[in-house]
């Protein structure tokens, strides 16, 4: 009998020993006894033999191996190891959070295939293709081919055969004579369901480019872990250099991660690699259907794919041999899974390069304050690049100040600024887009006798008022009400609706310009992903003259005749009880303030807010990262918070709250005694109730661990977690979340 190592996929801590009458490779799904079920489990190594240990503490036998060959190369299992150590996860939950969901749990996975269609590729340069001796309809597919191929040598038969009835026979001729080949290729798709762009290779890189690509090629030859920052305006290239740097990578025969914060920006960098690497790009995101990700997988595990694009869950693409791994917008908190294995993906992305002794590239338009940090401590390596390709310029940024707009004033949130520079926008047939931070009509109800506000039944938040669907609606948990109601607390009819949507934003917009063609772009207007590519190629096509949204406009979108961006009020973000609430501010303000003048046409930006001398706002203003840079390296080094000191929060939550509450309280007074007895350097802040202090019935308070020797606050965590039970009983959950993000 061989011993092994097993971590088995349930919320058991640390790993197990099974038995099984042959060796077992590690990476290799097992189903194992666990008390009284069978479970999955992943062999993470073999164990020395050991005859008596298996006589005195009876180890149980596997009771079925699910793989003939590994589902993850061993090379990913340190890492494992040290992101369940680190995020206080089980290793097994940790293995399960890794794989695809056909993999892991008992199924093969191999019920649903990935699509392919039939593409035509030219067998020789496109000047080099004779023209004699060709039939007419060879002829003209040859054409339509040129002419719609975007400079790629491969284009989709469909779209040839749509072109032109007789291309599908035209095709077949072309290729018994060499011309060209038919081959069979996965179907890429945007998750939007649009065939993906094609980009040109630029012929030469700008003095900056090329300082940068070499300075990483360098580093991909050198084979030894690294990190670089590219700092870049938008527009600046920074996408070509990933690619050039990738393209170096892929010569040397080392594979490339890439990692995008999220599904919409993955799919245009998925389009980009696409067009430059083709078949060798596996692509890892949730917009995938669950056999579409387990094909990508096994594509990556058979080493087919050379390259991969994703969102988070990419960093752990099975590649046995990684030469670059590139982060892009390493600044997006939406690095962060904020459930089960609260994970940063741009941290993880960052260890795996160390663990595969590789380089890795940030990049960043507006990069963390962390990162700058490390970048000016010499623990980075800061690569620029200060201007815009084509030399288009930053958009003229103003503020407005709210303050001096007349009060009482109904639609106060249109200064006399704004609405004039609309009207100009509007009368040049130039389009507009309008930012607003929230979606739906009011954001909350008031009573005007007494004050209260209507809040959630189960969340202790307001809701949210929709004019559209005729409801109030909790954005926590989705509770609906009819918008006519009374008063909870004083049984008055005069309740009426306050604050801000892009809803009310919308319909001002219609009431002011009733000639303008006016869309909304937000999670309520487009669910419907169909909608909104109809939405989007409406802007495009300039069927659309002002265009309001939330942050899903502020991302990505590149439409050359928008010259005018407005945010309505971009305060809203500033006072949330956060550390990070002026460095996440400025950095929505800089992409939205991006979305101008993306064209030939300049751009203008103007910004409302009722604190215009707020170091966010003037800095936006000048396209000045650095300023708030050093307003919050300044803050946060006197009060110990990140890149300074480290952050653990600790969640209690539970439907009763004096239990919570009581959980709470004896964690923490558990933990400054172990802090006091041991003289430990490390703070413990509150407990206290969370900023959303109930949702979806469940009460939370929270504690915050802060210090500077993380090893400490990890010992501390272990230390609370051991006695889980008897702090949180059964009624209290517990969720350790390292690095937070999130502490609302
Ligand atoms: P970023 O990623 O920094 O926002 P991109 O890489 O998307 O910028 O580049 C912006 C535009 O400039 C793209 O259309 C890209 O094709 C083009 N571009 C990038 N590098 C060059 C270059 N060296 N020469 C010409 N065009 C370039
Ligand atoms: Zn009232
Ligand atoms: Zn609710």
Redesign the pocket.
């Known amino acids: 009998m061989k011993l092994h190592e097993i971590a088995v996929a349930a919320p058991v801590p640390g790993s197990l020993t099974y038995s099984f009458p042959a060796a077992l490779q590690p990476g290799i799904r097992v189903l194992v006894p666990l008390g009284s079920r069978l479970i999955v489990g992943y062999v993470l190594a073999q164990l020395p033999d050991n005859e008596q240990l298996l006589v005195e503490i009876e180890i149980k036998a596997v009771a079925d191996c699910l793989d003939a060959y590994p589902v993850f190369p061993a090379q990913l299992i340190p890492f494992f190891r040290w992101m369940a150590e680190y995020y206080h996860h089980p290793i097994g939950e940790v293995i399960r959070t890794a794989l695809p969901a056909g993999l892991s749990g008992t199924s093969s996975g191999a019920a649903a295939k990935a699509k392919t269609e039939t593409v035509v590729r030219l067998c020789a340069p496109l000047s080099d293709q004779p023209a004699a001796a060709l039939k007419k309809s060879e002829q003209k597919t040859l054409e339509l081919f040129y002419q719609h191929c975007g400079g790629s040598p491969v284009m989709p038969r469909r779209e040839l055969t749509k072109l032109y009835s007789g291309a599908g026979k035209a095709l077949k001729g072309l290729a018994e004579s060499g011309l060209i080949t038919l081959e069979g290729r996965h179907v890429y798709r945007d998750p939007f369901g649009e065939l993906l762009p094609y980009?040109?290779r630029?012929?030469?890189?700008?003095t900056e480019?090329t300082a940068a690509v070499s300075a990483l090629t360098a580093a991909i030859d050198a084979g030894a872990f690294q990190t670089f920052l590219l700092h870049?305006?938008?527009?600046?290239?920074?996408?070509?250099?990933?690619l050039r740097a990738a393209e170096h990578c892929l010569a040397q025969k080392k594979n490339v991660l890439v990692l995008v914060p999220e599904l919409a920006l993955a799919s245009q960098m998925e389009g980009?690699f696409y067009s430059r690497f083709g078949e060798r790009l596996a692509v890892l995101h949730s917009g995938l259907s669950d056999g579409e990700r387990f094909d990508q997988w096994q594509r990556i595990l058979r080493g087919e794919a050379k390259v991969v694009v994703g969102a988070r869950s990419a960093v752990f693409a099975p590649f046995p041999d990684l030469g670059l791994v590139i982060v892009?917008e390493e600044h997006e908190a939406a690095y962060k899974q904020d459930d089960g294995l609260r994970y940063n993906g741009r941290d993880m992305a960052v260890l795996r390069a160390r663990f595969a002794s590789c380089p890795v590239l940030l990049?960043s338009?507006t990069p963390s304050v962390g990162s700058l940090y490390h970048a000016e401590q010499g623990k980075y390596r800061l690569l620029i690049?200060p201007k815009?390709?084509?030399g288009q310029v930053m958009p003229n940024v103003e503020l407005v100040d709210l303050r001096k707009e007349k009060r009482g004033r109904k639609d106060w949130f249109f200064s006399d600024r704004l609405l004039a520079a609309l009207k100009e926008n509007l009368a040049a047939n130039l389009q507009s887009l309008l930012f607003v931070n929230r979606r739906g009509y009011a954001a909350f109800m008031l009573c005007r006798d007494c004050g209260a506000v209507a809040r959630c039944r189960n969340c202790r938040v307001s809701l949210t008022l929709h004019r559209g669907r005729n409801q109030l609606i909790c954005h926590y948990c989705g509770y609906t009400l009819r918008p006519d109601i009374i008063c909870p607390d004083c049984g008055s009819g005069d309740v009426v609706g306050l604050g801000l949507g892009s809803e009310r934003v919308e319909a001002e917009v219609r009431r002011l310009f009733p000639e303008a063609r006016v869309a909304r772009l937000d999670s309520d207007a487009t669910a419907d992903r169909r909608a909104q590519i109809s939405l989007l190629r409406q802007v495009r096509e300039q069927e659309i003259d002002i265009l309001v949204g939330t942050q899903m406009v502020a991302k990505g979108l590149h439409f050359p005749k928008v010259t005018l961006v407005g945010v309505v009020w971009a305060d809203s973000g500033l006072s949330l009880p956060d550390y990070k609430a002026a460095e996440r501010t400025f950095q929505l303000l800089a992409q939205v303030t991006g979305r101008a003048g993306r064209g030939e046409l300049a751009g203008k930006v103007i910004i409302q807010t009722h604190q215009p001398g707020h170091y966010v706002l003037t800095a936006a203003r000048a396209h000045d990262c650095r300023a708030v840079y050093e307003q919050e390296i300044a803050l946060r080094s006197m009060l110990g918070y990140p890149p300074f000191g480290r952050l653990i929060n600790l969640r209690f939550s539970g439907e009763n709250e004096s239990q919570v509450e009581a959980a709470a309280k004896t964690a923490a007074a558990l933990l400054r005694a172990v802090i006091l007895q041991n003289s430990l350097p490390a703070d413990i802040l509150g407990p206290a109730p969370a900023p959303l202090s109930l949702i979806k019935n469940r009460f939370r308070w929270q504690l915050l661990l802060k210090g500077t020797r993380p090893e400490i606050l990890h010992w501390l965590c272990d230390q609370l977690l051991r006695e889980k039970g008897k702090i949180c009983g059964k009624k209290v959950r517990l969720t350790v979340d390292v690095d937070p993000e999130n502490m609302m």
């Open positions: 980009s040109d630029p012929a030469e890189l700008t480019q870049g305006v938008t527009g600046s290239g920074k996408t070509e250099v990933y980009q892009d990049g338009a690049l815009r390709i084509g």
